[in-house]
């Protein structure tokens, strides 16, 4: 099978299903399709238990899949066992020798593939280098903070120069201000070494900034792939909306080129098709961003405020409507303009709403 | 909470508490003392102190069946610790990867002769070899040391083994080691502590065992505990206190010596 030019990784129908302790399957992945184009920085994205780890440990050969299959650079890799993939993981828990030193750590790797002694130490520098931890090669990984320990997980991967470095959630230990940190630091790494990317992450702004390409995970399946900005102005799904970012979710009823909402009248969905996506009895979900929202003072609105704060620049406004809050945001609004108790007009405006699949 | 250590000072205020720590050490060490001290009397009557003296020591030291006999424990204590470590070693990461429910079956199966009483063992490889006619002496007393001694070496080369994160296995795998490279690099280090406290804890069990080392002693395998009690059958003499103080002074230099070691060695 000849593969597509530049085409690093091409997961095709991947299953999987693990027992659980009382007897039954969970079905971890449910044929995953997934293509990683060479040099790019792909997410996995999902809450946790949706699988995106499980296809992260398919790929490295961690997990055997039950059935789909995984090509390397144009080469099937199912069955090439773990040590001989030209794949390294990242570990959530760094997973360091405790007994090596960091150049130890780094070097094992290169160890094993019985480069000469003058190679290894040159690379070992080198990636000790790259991550800046150069001078530090004595310690062990004891003696590192975790900040650092993660830079030697790092460092060991991506000294073994693999086609593809897979990340499993390796920010999630780390504290707020060192996760901004090392978020440029990945992707100042991925710029400088050409490595294709595959990193896994339950924190959708980690997967907003940092992937080229970012595939959501919903209970095994991936429902959208695309990059970061298509898959938050356009979710496919009532998940992805309500998962990226914040989102509305009301509930209509389409027909033709139309969708009623109660509490809001006939929307336009701007040739949006509904076919597919509507119920029998025509009942669909829309997504609007809480930004696309506009809010107006009006003595015949069809909304209340019920709170209205300031968040940075931004006015937060929660306006009830019916039976539902609908959640809103105004850059730049003056203090004072709205208050809770008012009566306001909201209005989606053109090519804000998007119809969602359930 | 407040309630708790309200517990723990009226237990310290327990009126009786230092009397019994005192009744508690003193059943453990007064014995010992008594050993120690009597080692050294200058008075073939054992029990009425006379004077200070090295002699007994000189005499034991001198004797060719003590001498003969402490050599036999420590042949048998050093290949039965090397045998019982190696063999726990290999059972201890065989077992990690069986299935559930026949791990838990073979783990209680090992560690059963922890609660056998061990004159029923003794009576048991008795039966067995005079059966299958194994010749009764060092021999013997080491195949059956080899076996008591596996549970006991494999307690800490357990603990230490659940103690080590599956995924640093994961991550040497995925960094292109196959099974002999991680055993020999990974695993193997990071169990160093427990094999020695394991070989530790074989080689003192072995080297005090009386009660098997008896049953298969024959003639010309007497260990050490079998001579000590070969002779105070007779009397006790002020030899039996100095032989008894070389196997306590034994005893404590290898404790010592591996907590020594094992302490540099911390991760």
Redesign the interface.
Known sequence: MAATAGSALRIRAVSKTFPTPEGGEVLALDAVSLEVADGSFTVLLGPSGCGKTTLLRCI???ESPDSGEIELKGVRIDDV????RRV??V???Y?????MTVAHNVA??LQ??KLPKAEIARKVDAALEMVRLSGLGAR?P?QLSGGQQQRVALA??LA?EPEVLLLDEPLSALDLKLRRGMQTELKRLQRETSITFMLVTHDQDEAMSMGDQVAVFDSGRIVQVGPPRDVYLAPRTRFVADFIGEANILQGTASAQTITVPGFGVLSTDALATDGVAAADGQVFIAVRPESVTILPAADGNGTVVDATFVGGDLHIDVKVGDVVISARQAGAAPGALSAGDTVRVAFPSGSVRVVEA | MSRARGTGESLKNFPFFGVISIIVFAFLYVPLVFVVGYSFNANRVVTVWKGFTFDWYAEVLTNNDIQRALMNSLRVAVVATMMSVLLATGLAVGLIRMVRAGRTFAWSLIMAPLIIPEIVFAIGTLALFVQIRVPLGVEAITLAHVAFCIPFALLPIRARLRSIDLSIYEAAADLGANEWPIFRRITLPLLMPGIVAGALLAFIISLDDFLVSYFLAGPGGTTLPVYIFSMIRNAITPGVNAVSTLLLLISLLIVTGSYLITRRRRY
């Open positions: 490295a050969g961690l066992p773990v040590w001989k390294n993981t570990f959530q828990s997973a360091l020798f405790p007994h094992f790797g094993m593939d062990r004891s060991r991967a073994k």
